[in-house]
């Protein structure tokens, strides 16, 4: 098979580091780091949300610095069945948050100013990966670190505290990714750059469990940039260079051994239905369905248009039939991206080079072959987005090359510049979205989600903003579709109805959660809370006494029962003997 001409000068340069130490960086890489500040304007003020409380707020291991062994020898959270949370090994990422917690307190500005330095130092990274790869051609280098730098894909992993374990994870995959590139360029073996790339390559599966796919992306640098495509080629480079193939497998399963250990099977059956209904659906729906969501995820890749904060049941519908519209369309589509992988490899390896590298990173998130926590997060596209920005990189830089007249090449670079200015305020109109919880889920709102966890976030903000219709729609709609805490969502309801006037309405949800269980504190609180306000003193001491019983440590119930107590006692005045 003939190499395209590209590869050939690139098989030649390999190796040559043409840009300048980190310190003194080149005019094209302060227009990344400018490119990537100037989409972070707007992030600064934010609030914890969705899982921060749990993994930074409400997290005793971040406490102290005496903790620092407890943070490797324990899961990611620890009491994550408490949360209904698929246990994690993620120890790096821990004690980044750790050392947060100890120099700035539960600050979130601090806790995204390193998330946003990490970013930074990803799309350097990047431009000097891409240098390497493809040196003769430098526009690729910079376009692919641009779109890193201000896609709005990116925004919920480097914007959302949380997102952390993603950022982290890709920065070592990128030093480890580029350490093993000086390896390879060098005529004798290096045991510094080795052991960087080892040390680098276990931090970042220390960070987040997706780093397993750098062995994937090693192996396809070897078969693209180093045998050229040949397999004869490839095996015998292999054979060649087994001691350090073997260190990077033997840190795999070093890894492995110690995660199991730790999470001690804690995994098994924990991955709740409402989070990823795909864990528990047939291989056929978890194909299917695994398939749609890779699709979407490259549609907004090309058309980032709207975010959800959350994709839980039963916002994407499980894919069942062979048969179905959907289907059909799935499997065309995989059909075609086949083809196009197929015939970029016979054409331009550098473009095949970079559908294999979303290919190989998107697997372990998929759900196809291993059911995560999640059936989809925006965050999760973080690492594997690196392939679309180099394959639009690579062709926006085949057709520069193409074009002959001075205008058309004007027209296109002003086309680029116009998409990255618009993909860069797309950004800072998505960073608005995360500033606070009423932010984050009230921009969901008009599109109105299926997911009945989301409605449900979505009408407490709107009955704090006292949109009570509006309130009782969304959890009326969550209740319609199930799955996700009905009590809490019937309580809610209620909320919403009596704020609303209907009070009728509010007590029969009430009386009908404390029906099927007698247990429930809310439903005493919020019942005594109605009655409290219908001036039915009794029945609201009764219903108050009744929630501390079942939760003592409701501090509101308590001072409401006070309340009630002297609002009783002015009523029925004991009379002196």
């Known amino acids: 098979m003939k190499p395209s001409r590209p590869l050939k000068s690139a098989k030649k340069k390999i190796g040559r580091d043409t840009s300048p130490h980190f310190l003194w960086l080149s005019p094209y890489e302060w227009l990344i780091v400018l490119a990537a500040l100037l989409c972070d304007i707007n992030s600064w003020g934010h609030q914890f949300l969705l899982d921060d409380i749990p993994y930074i707020v409400q997290n005793s291991v971040l406490e102290s610095p005496k903790l ?8 990611f959270l620890l009491d994550a069945a408490r949360y209904g949370f698929m246990a994690m ?12 917690v100890w120099l700035g307190d539960f600050k979130p500005d601090g806790f995204h100013l390193v998330n946003r330095v990490l970013h930074v130092l990803i799309c350097l990274i990047i431009y000097r990966i891409v240098i390497r790869l493809i040196p003769e051609r430098r526009s690729v280098a910079v376009i692919a670190s641009l779109l890193f730098a201000v896609h709005p894909v990116q ?11 993603d950022v982290l994870a890709m920065l070592f995959f990128l030093v480890a990714w580029l350490s093993f ?32 796919t750098w062995l994937g992306v090693i192996l396809l640098t070897e078969w693209v940039y180093h045998a050229k495509g040949k397999w004869g080629c490839f095996v015998e480079q292999l054979r060649q260079h087994y001691q350090i193939y073997g260190g990077y497998v033997g840190t795999t399963l070093l890894f492995l051994v ?26 056929k729906a978890r194909l299917l369905t695994g398939l749609k969501i890779m699709w979407e995820y490259i549609g907004q890749f090309f058309w980032p248009a709207h975010f959800l904060p959350d994709y839980s049941y039963n916002q994407i519908p499980l894919v069942t039939s062979w048969i179905s519209p959907t289907t059909l369309l799935v499997i065309a589509l995989s059909l075609l991206l086949i083809l ?6 016979q054409r331009c390896l550098d473009v095949f080079f970079g559908l294999g590298f979303f290919c190989i990173t998107y697997s372990v998130v998929s759900n196809i072959f291993i059911p995560i926590g999640t059936i989809r997060a925006d965050r999760l596209l973080y690492m594997p987005a690196f392939g679309w920005c180099l394959v639009v990189a690579v062709l926006y830089s085949a057709l520069w090359t193409k074009l002959q007249t001075r205008q058309s090449k004007s027209i296109l670079a002003v086309t680029l510049a116009v998409i990255v200015a618009l993909l860069a305020g797309r950004t800072i109109d998505r960073n608005r979205d995360w500033q606070s919880p009423e932010t984050l889920y009230l921009q969901a709102f008009t599109p109105m989600p299926n997911s009945s966890k989301l409605l449900n976030s979505i009408g407490t903000q709107l009955l704090q903003q006292g949109r009570s219709q509006d309130a009782i729609a969304c959890f009326q709609k969550a209740l319609a579709i199930g799955y996700f805490e009905p009590k809490m969502v019937q309580s809610n309801l ?6 609303s006037g209907d009070w009728g309405g509010a007590l029969e949800q009430y009386d009908s959660i404390i029906s099927k269980d007698p247990t429930y504190a809310a439903a005493y609180f919020n019942r005594g809370n109605l009655y409290l306000a219908e001036k039915k003193y009794a029945e609201a001491v ?30 029925n005045p004991t009379k002196k003997p």
């Open 68 to 75: 620092i062994l407890k943070i490797f020898a324990s899961p």
């Open 89 to 100: 090994y993620r120890p790096l990422t821990a004690l980044t948050f750790a050392v947060n």
């Open 155 to 165: 925004t919920e992993a480097v914007t959302y505290i949380t997102g952390r374990a």
């Open 181 to 212: 590139l000086r390896l390879r360029s060098r005529n004798q073996f290096s045991g510094k750059e080795f052991a960087l790339s080892l040390l680098c390559y276990l931090l970042s599966l220390l960070s987040k469990e997706d780093a397993i």
């Open 258 to 283: 110690v995660r199991s250990w730790v999470l001690k099977g804690s995994i098994t059956g924990s991955i709740p239905f409402i989070l990823n209904p795909l864990a528990q659906a047939s291989i």
């Open 340 to 345: 196009v992988v197929f015939w970029f490899y």
């Open 494 to 499: 209620g909320a919403a109805l009596k704020a």
């Open 542 to 571: 009764a219903d108050y006494k009744k929630a501390l019983v079942y939760d003592p440590q409701l501090v509101p119930a308590e001072i409401n029962l006070k309340a009630a107590l002297e609002r009783l006692s002015e009523n």
